[in-house]
């Protein structure tokens, strides 16, 4: 793929009144529009297969799927939360990936890719999508010089929200190995229901689990090996 045509303009969209920092800005990324259409039709080509690829935990960008599903599944897990009589008690921990997007390695995706099975030719395309693009700020009309990326995806990309949550399933794996291992995570909100051990949102995750310091270690190690793969 030409590098012109992934050549990107950076927004800054203020996230609160008066910003000033830069955590106090949300950067939106301004694709060409020939890259759009390219990240479209790889879109196109995986959409069917996702559901059958991400674990149900996730509840954004699988069609089928709803954020609103997990936040009510959310509202009745902190239901049982509050009324639990349990003598070792609960805890529900929620985890924002700060620049999630913005820190994701790409020789990471292509060995998620891999895992997956995706065909080498779709896996080189999206690669070729994500990889070494340039990026400008717009700062008061005027355009930055440009900016070379070493890793991450794009806010504004269409193509980004798919391989993010392609490459999140890693945490997912992780948890789900631990859970099956020792059943030190995850709770029930009834005697013979589900053990429900996280709740995703894209980038941000709810995790539940017995409220003990190996339950916490437990997550910690969880985090450090999820972070130290992806970046």
């Known amino acids: 793929m030409p590098k012109r045509w992934k050549d990107t303009l950076v927004a800054l969209i203020p996230k609160v009144q008066g910003a000033e920092l830069p955590s106090q800005f949300r950067p939106i990324s301004l694709c060409t529009t020939i890259y759009k259409v390219i990240a479209k039709i790889l879109i196109n080509r995986v959409k069917d297969v996702l559901s059958s690829l991400i674990s149900q935990e996730q509840g954004a960008f699988v069609p089928g799927r709803g954020i ?42 292509q060995k998620i890719l891999q895992h997956f099975g995706f065909p080498d030719n779709w896996s080189k395309w999206a690669l070729a999508c994500v990889e070494a693009p340039r990026f400008a700020l717009m700062i008061n009309g005027r355009k930055s010089n440009w900016i070379e990326a070493t890793c991450g995806f794009r806010q504004g990309c269409p193509l980004s929200p798919y391989l993010f949550i392609l490459c999140s ?24 229901g ?38």
């Open 194 to 231: 589900p053990l429900i051990t996280h709740l995703l949102f894209a980038d941000d995750i709810l995790m539940f689990a017995p409220a003990t310091c190996r339950a916490v270690k437990t997550l910690n190690n969880i985090f450090d090996t999820y972070c130290s793969w992806s970046g």
């Open 169 to 192: 399933e890693l945490l997912s794996l992780l948890i789900n190995q631990h859970q099956n291992r020792d059943d030190l995570l995850g709770i029930r909100t009834t005697a013979h």
């Open 68 to 109: 609103a599903d997990n936040c009510l599944l959310a509202q009745e897990i902190m239901q049982k939360l509050a009324s639990s009589e349990s003598s070792t008690g609960y805890m529900s921990v929620k985890v924002d990936m700060e620049q999630a997007y913005d820190r994701m390695r790409w020789d990471f995706l």
